[in-house]
């Protein structure tokens, strides 16, 4: 089963999400800006064929390290993604 990860980077810490090919969500957890963990939390699922990461100011450090990982890494353009349209639960 493919897998597609998307991680929201912050300055401290971010937020990752696991989705499958169908969109359902496997997994989404907030992590410390950590290499390490963030690499062995994608490494615990079988098959993730592609890491979405936003391009914010800080994203270099984390695409060194998912692309050194052998992940295949996208940059996502914040200006050019299409603004969430519906409520946001809080």
């Known amino acids: 089963m493919q897998l597609y990860a998307g991680i929201d ?42 890491v979405v990461v936003e391009s914010t100011f800080n994203w270099y450090w984390l695409v060194d390290h998912l692309g050194e990982a052998g992940h295949r890494v996208h940059l996502a353009n914040p200006a050019a993604i299409q603004k969430y349209s519906g409520l946001k639960a809080l």
């Open 9 to 50: 980077l912050h300055a401290s810490n971010n937020f990752v999400a696991v989705i499958d090919a169908d969109g359902k969500r496997v997994f989404k957890k907030k992590l410390p800006n950590e290499a390490e963990l963030i690499l062995s939390v994608l490494g615990s699922f079988e098959e993730v064929a592609g």
